[in-house]
């Protein structure tokens, strides 16, 4: 997890792309990113990461900020 990746960098002070899952009815959140996609939500998974891909993608060709501005 994140707390991982601050261990090994070294720092809190990097950009992240963060990816929402929106309220889950009666599971916690932290239990619920642990656990497999349902299949139901397979289609919505493939769009949410060709458009990860496009941020950064857009990122690497430019900055935080406007890649912020552009997918936020």
Do not use: C, M, W
Request: proline share 6%.
């Amino acid at each position: 997890g994140i707390k991982s990746v601050i261990k090994h960098v070294g720092t809190k002070e990097f950009d992240r792309l963060k990816i929402g899952i929106g309220p889950q009815p009666n599971i916690p959140s932290e239990n619920y990113v642990l656990q497999n996609f349902p299949k139901d939500q397979l289609e919505t998974l493939k769009d949410v990461l060709k458009k990860s891909d496009e941020a950064i993608k857009f990122y690497l060709e430019n900055d935080i900020q406007k890649a912020q501005n552009k997918f936020n």
